[in-house]
């Protein structure tokens, strides 16, 4: 079997032609980097990604702190994560590098805060 | 009247690190001057993650990446005015501003760096026919509201434009539970960048329709639908191809344009292809000791980018600070075929400096060539070169010969 992979790990976004036989990859050709490999391996026995967004902050000077995530999870999880991440809040002050919610879905990444706030 | 050596116009990534590389290079008077009640600039918005990649070897958020910049000024004990309004820099570099704190400033500066970055480009802009229903949004505006204010802009969506803030939003939008329906860019290739096409649409299965445009916006109180047409290669729609598409809100993500007003004001030159000012290799502009960089200069992809050119300012505008001026660069960086744009426009070859342009359309296997009237420079070659990607080269001066102009070109 052959793709065309946009390999998403920098911003360089190799076009990596692959060659591969069920999640066995033969040859890859067009990455600049090892790390297209392991992407194109990752991608076909189990994509995942990292997702961003944020969280309420009662008693904040901002209404939102920003948030990510600090391990990427399987693709088909990306709404479940949202919805459990949308299910909690933050209390001022926060700072970034605060672990949200550890663990997530048991997922094994955390949602961490990315934005200081600061009380109002 | 206050004096300081460097007034830094905006508190961006661009103005953080120019002020930060100031202070190593042993400059003490620095003042930022910012319009927002925070520094960090767009970066406060910009969620998501990929930021710092080239710079701190992770990818972090924009705001993430922003801090590392603002601890930094904090602790150099650089001072930054919020909520700071610059009106009028002039061509002998007296700074007029406005704060709600302080009332009237007036500085002079023996140095001005221009760090004010870039805002959209606006329906107005387009002149896309229609009624002026609510929920037409720059992706700018929309990811304020949503990352900033907590407001949500709208459910059934269309994006006009593929440029990188309109994908991010396309997932941020898809995230929060609105349905986006697809994205159309006039152009037979997208604007934005390769992967964030992938895992900003193609994760989430958004359709991208390439050689596309809004035709008409239709809607009283608040959209109720665009049409789309298919275009031919000058861009104009193609009759009888139109389609209606029920939404309740169009964002465009159609360009950026470097925010100039008050470089113009100070008479400062702009180069009609960036939209920024024309600079020599120090990042100086026409006027002697007025500095520009970053998203003002010229729009970058990645705000790894622009912390190095920033950088790169404030090296020479510390030197232009220490010398009371900088060699003069009276010879031309010119586009050649295939190429957009190049900064800077000028260099005096007899230092070594960062090329940075663009190509006019997407190429395959093509060789980035730059030349001293026969003489070739530097040959970099490229699997593919985009529009969408800046390509930076690095001169050497060892390479140049005195007194004859550049040409860059893709062939």
């Given at each position: 079997m052959k793709r065309t992979f946009t390999c998403i790990v920098c911003p360089n976004g190799c076009e990596i032609d692959a060659e591969y036989e069920g999640?066995?990859?033969?040859?890859?050709t067009g990455n600049l980097c090892p790390k297209g490999k392991t992407y194109v391996t990752q991608e076909l026995v189990d994509p995942r990604r990292t997702i961003a967004t944020s969280m309420r902050v009662d008693g904040g000077e901002l209404p939102l702190a920003s948030v990510r995530l600090t391990r990427p999870i399987p693709k088909d999880r990306i709404?479940?994560?949202m919805a459990e991440i949308n299910r909690h809040s933050l209390t001022a002050p926060v700072a970034i590098g605060d672990v949200a919610v550890p663990d997530i879905?048991?997922?094994g990444s955390d949602v961490i805060v990315t934005k200081n706030v600061a009380r109002a | 009247m206050m004096h300081e050596q460097a007034v830094i116009v905006g508190g961006g990534p661009a103005g953080l690190a120019a002020a930060l590389r100031l202070r190593e290079k042993g400059v003490k008077d620095i003042l930022i001057l910012e319009r927002e009640h925070k520094p960090g600039g767009i970066l406060r918005q910009c969620i998501h993650d990929g930021f710092g990649l080239m710079r701190f070897g992770e990818s972090l958020s924009g705001p993430e990446y922003a801090q590392r910049f603002i601890d930094r000024v904090e602790e150099a004990g650089i001072r930054c005015i919020t909520d700071c309004t610059v009106l009028d820099i002039?061509?002998?570099?007296?700074?007029?501003?406005v704060s709600r704190n302080l009332g009237l400033l007036q500085i002079q500066a023996d140095a001005v760096l221009l760090t004010m970055g870039c805002r959209e480009r606006t329906r107005g802009a387009l002149a896309t026919p229609g009624t002026r229903p609510a929920g037409v949004y720059t992706a700018g505006v929309a990811?304020?509201?949503?990352n900033l204010q907590n407001v949500m802009v709208g459910r059934e969506i269309v994006i006009l434009?593929?440029?990188d803030i309109g994908l991010i939003m396309a997932r941020r939008l898809t995230l929060e539970g609105a349905h986006v329906k697809g994205v159309y860019e006039v152009q037979p290739y997208p604007s934005g960048l390769p992967r964030n096409i992938e895992q900003c649409l193609n994760d989430y299965h958004i359709p991208l329709h390439l050689s596309h445009t809004v035709v008409d916006i239709r809607g009283r109180e608040r959209l109720t639908s665009v049409v789309v047409a298919q275009c031919d290669e000058r861009f104009r729609p193609i009759p009888g191809t139109e389609e209606e598409i029920p939404c309740d809100t169009l964002i465009l993500s159609v360009g950026l344009i470097p925010e100039n007003e008050l470089s113009l004001a100070a008479g400062v030159e702009l180069d009609a292809r960036t939209r920024g000012a024309f600079v020599d290799e120090h990042y100086q502009t026409g006027v002697p000791g007025i500095f520009a960089a970053g998203n003002v200069l010229h729009v970058h992809d990645l705000v790894d980018f622009v912390s190095l050119e920033a950088e790169a300012l404030a090296d020479s505008a510390a030197e232009y600070l220490l010398c009371g001026s900088l060699p003069e660069c009276s010879l031309e960086v010119k586009a050649g075929s295939n190429v957009g744009h190049v900064i800077p426009q000028r260099f005096s070859a007899t230092r070594s400096f960062t090329l940075s342009l663009r190509v006019r359309?997407?190429?395959k296997d093509v060789s980035i060539v730059v030349r001293q009237g026969e003489k070739e420079v530097l040959r970099k070659k490229m699997r593919k070169a985009l529009p969408a990607e800046m390509i930076q080269l690095p001169i050497k001066a060892e390479k140049l010969i005195p007194g004859v102009e550049l040409e860059v070109s893709a062939e």
């Open positions: 999640s066995r990859v033969i040859s890859v709404f479940d994560v879905l048991g997922l | 002039t061509h002998d570099k007296l700074v007029t501003a990811q304020s509201y949503i434009g593929s440029g359309q997407p190429l």
